[in-house]
């Protein structure tokens, strides 16, 4: 037997229900339209093909669609600053990726950061899609889990790990040198230099809720086993900072000793010559000579190579990885 709702209840309630009805169709309708994805952003970045959620080869949304990036010069600033954008912590390395084939289109994007910006789309970007023949797909390590902020360089700064989609300090009493000695590693950097509360201001967000117990070996913090904090709070002034020495992936060759010679740098498994333009070269020697400790530059002398790759300094990076780099020589 069919029911016929609207003539088996009163005319009254009839009239008060299909406002409900209506309001109902509406606020589903809206539910859908709120379900629907939209396109990414002109010039949004992503990493794809990585071991983590933070590493791969760099691709850009442009005019539709996914390309891979093919550049001359990509520096440690614009790694940053994908770094940044995707929600990560620390730039560990960038490194030059697979050819492109012959025919093969991507995005080609000259771009310069300073470093401190939200996403690509923000620094000054020239360039657009074209073939790529001869160009090197961009690979990018950042780090998962944990950052250093506010520091002097990218092995210096505030500690930060990452909780529930959001970033939090470390109190220093919840912190000791075996978790500083995973943390540098993490990011990229030597071993750690100093360790000191507050040296890197406070921070805006949350402090980390857990007790980090690192047996100093782990190649992650992920790694590290945790435990409940044994202090309910963090009183100003006890955010962990962190100074890491640079990273050993710089020496100077045949000359006698460890602050004289031929600049190589340990690049994709094996130590490889670096070059550079004259113009460049005593800004590049400044950068090696401080990240060695060796003092201030007496002498900078063009070589020859025949397997290596170019680098551009400004002068006061830390480190050589810092600098800008273009495609091997």
Not at 19 to 34: E, G
Not at 237 to 259: I, K, Q, Y
Not at 261 to 290: F, I, L
């Amino acid at each position: 037997m069919t029911v016929d709702l609207f003539h088996s209840v009163e005319p009254q309630l009839v009239k008060d229900m299909i406002p409900a009805v209506i309001l109902m169709i509406l606020f589903r309708s809206t539910d859908l339209q709120a379900q629907s994805v939209s396109p990414p952003a002109e010039l949004s970045v992503r990493l794809v093909n990585g071991t983590t959620s933070c590493s791969g080869t760099v691709e850009a949304f442009y005019r539709g669609e996914w390309s891979g990036l093919c550049t001359g010069w990509w520096s440690m600033r614009e790694v940053k600053v994908v770094c940044r954008e995707l929600d990560c912590g620390n730039p560990v390395a960038e490194s030059r990726g697979p050819l492109f084939e012959d025919g093969r289109r991507g995005v080609t994007l000259y771009s310069s950061c300073y470093g401190d910006e939200s996403s690509i789309r923000q620094c000054d970007v020239i360039g657009g899609p074209g073939v790529c023949d001869g160009g090197y797909y961009h690979h990018v390590t950042c780090s998962e889990s944990v950052r250093l902020v506010d520091g002097a360089g990218l092995c210096s700064g505030r500690v930060e790990v990452k909780s529930n989609k959001s970033w939090a300090s470390v109190c220093e009493a919840d912190f000791d040198r075996q978790d500083a000695e995973v943390v540098c590693r993490d990011v990229g950097c030597g071993a750690p230099a100093s360790l000191q509360g507050g040296l890197y201001g406070e921070g805006e967000g949350q402090t980390w809720d857990k007790e980090f117990q690192c047996k100093g070996k782990e190649s992650l913090l992920l790694d590290c086993d945790t435990s409940d904090r044994k202090h309910n709070t963090c009183l100003p002034g006890n955010a962990v900072g962190l100074t890491c020495s640079e990273p050993d992936d710089v020496r100077l060759v045949g000359g006698g000793s460890r602050c004289a010679g031929g600049v190589e740098r340990y690049d994709q498994g094996e130590w490889r010559t670096v070059g550079t333009e004259d113009w460049d070269q005593e800004d590049v020697a400044a950068v090696v000579c401080r990240q060695l400790g060796c003092g201030s530059t007496v002498s900078a002398l063009p070589g020859i190579t025949t397997r290596g790759f170019g680098v551009s300094c400004s002068g006061p990076e830390s480190s050589l990885r810092e600098c800008g780099r273009s495609d091997d020589i």
